[in-house]
């Protein structure tokens, strides 16, 4: 049964990322916000923001990764909302595979598509001078805290993928998640912050896993936000997980 199951995961994903290949602008297009959002804060505001960092690009990366990934995993839940309308789901029904590697197939390859543009914006935040002595355990680290984010929001877009009733619901889903590291220490540090939004910005789950990779970049200690972010993220993706296999399953019933 896992066999058979990796084996139709396997293809499956084969098949959306040949997908993606044939139309690059996919990533193309999930990329271009973040970077102008960077140089935005970089050059126009960076010089108005105290953030205690000498270099701004540096503080601000982290946070505009989460936005990359926020950006890209929009376009799970338009995959999967036009795979449903299409009636493609009525068709891998009737063949002897796997039904959750529909998902999953799904699933990673909104991973690697998104590991894909938060390299091209590392590419381009070095270019605006991003620099970081981080050792390799600190990337593979980062690394890691990113994969568990993007599978997190991924298995939330396959919920709203399931659920929407037009296209543009399936893909708006994602606009307060693009939003939320604005509230967060990505930006500003929260103590800058007024009260009631401080309270918010502390105490969501962008702030802590911005902490965590900041300090993993600079070399620096890296303090109780690391068990934080990482609950976060598991938690987030245990229940996401959880009602996107409901849903699919009351979806083909």
Same mark, same amino acid.
């Given at each position: 049964?896992?066999?058979?199951?990796?084996?139709?995961?396997?293809?499956?994903?084969?098949?959306?990322? !040949?997908?993606?290949?044939?139309?690059?602008?996919?990533?193309?297009?999930?990329?271009?916000?973040?970077?102008? @959002?960077?140089?935005?804060? &970089?050059?126009?505001?960076?010089?108005?923001?105290?953030?205690?960092?000498?270099?701004?690009?540096?503080? +601000?990366?982290?946070?505009?990764?989460?936005?990359?990934?926020?950006?890209?995993?929009? *376009?799970?839940? @338009? !995959?999967?909302?036009?795979?449903?309308?299409?009636?493609?789901?009525?068709?891998?029904?009737?063949?002897?595979?796997? !039904?959750?590697? /529909?998902?999953?197939?799904?699933?990673?390859?909104?991973?690697?598509?998104? $590991?894909?543009?938060? &390299?091209? /914006?590392?590419?381009?935040?070095?270019?605006?001078?991003?620099?970081?002595?981080?050792? &390799? $355990?600190?990337?593979?680290?980062?690394?890691?805290? +990113?994969?568990?984010?993007?599978?997190? +929001?991924?298995?939330?877009?396959?919920?709203?993928?399931?659920?929407?009733?037009?296209?543009?619901?399936?893909?708006?889903?994602? *606009?307060?998640?693009?939003?939320?590291? @604005?509230?967060?220490?990505?930006?500003?540090?929260?103590?800058?912050?007024?009260?009631? &939004? !401080?309270?918010?910005?502390?105490?969501?789950?962008?702030?802590?896993?911005?902490?965590?990779?900041?300090?993993? *970049?600079?070399?620096?200690?890296?303090?109780?936000?690391?068990?934080?972010?990482?609950?976060?993220?598991?938690? #987030?993706?245990?229940?996401? *997980?959880?009602?996107?296999?409901?849903?699919?399953?009351?979806? #083909?019933?």
């Amino acid at each position: 049964m896992t066999k058979r199951f990796l084996g139709d995961t396997a293809l499956l994903t084969g098949r959306s990322l !040949r997908h993606i290949m044939r139309s690059p602008d996919t990533i193309i297009t999930t990329t271009i916000m973040p970077i102008a @959002f960077m140089l935005l804060f &970089v050059y126009v505001f960076g010089g108005a923001i105290s953030s205690g960092s000498d270099s701004y690009v540096d503080y +601000l990366l982290p946070g505009i990764l989460l936005i990359t990934i926020a950006s890209s995993i929009s *376009y799970t839940a @338009f !995959r999967l909302f036009m795979d449903m309308k299409s009636g493609i789901f009525e068709r891998f029904q009737s063949m002897p595979i796997a !039904r959750s590697s /529909v998902l999953w197939a799904h699933v990673l390859t909104s991973l690697v598509a998104s $590991l894909i543009s938060v &390299v091209v /914006v590392v590419g381009v935040a070095l270019l605006m001078g991003f620099r970081s002595g981080a050792g &390799v $355990l600190a990337w593979l680290a980062v690394a890691g805290i +990113l994969i568990l984010f993007t599978l997190a +929001l991924t298995w939330l877009a396959v919920i709203a993928g399931l659920s929407a009733k037009t296209v543009d619901g399936a893909s708006a889903f994602s *606009y307060p998640l693009i939003f939320l590291p @604005f509230i967060s220490s990505a930006f500003v540090a929260t103590a800058t912050m007024p009260g009631p &939004v !401080r309270a918010f910005a502390e105490h969501q789950p962008v702030t802590s896993i911005v902490n965590t990779i900041r300090d993993l *970049y600079a070399q620096q200690p890296v303090s109780t936000n690391i068990w934080i972010a990482l609950a976060w993220c598991v938690g #987030i993706l245990i229940v996401a *997980y959880a009602l996107a296999m409901a849903t699919y399953h009351r979806k #083909i019933a």
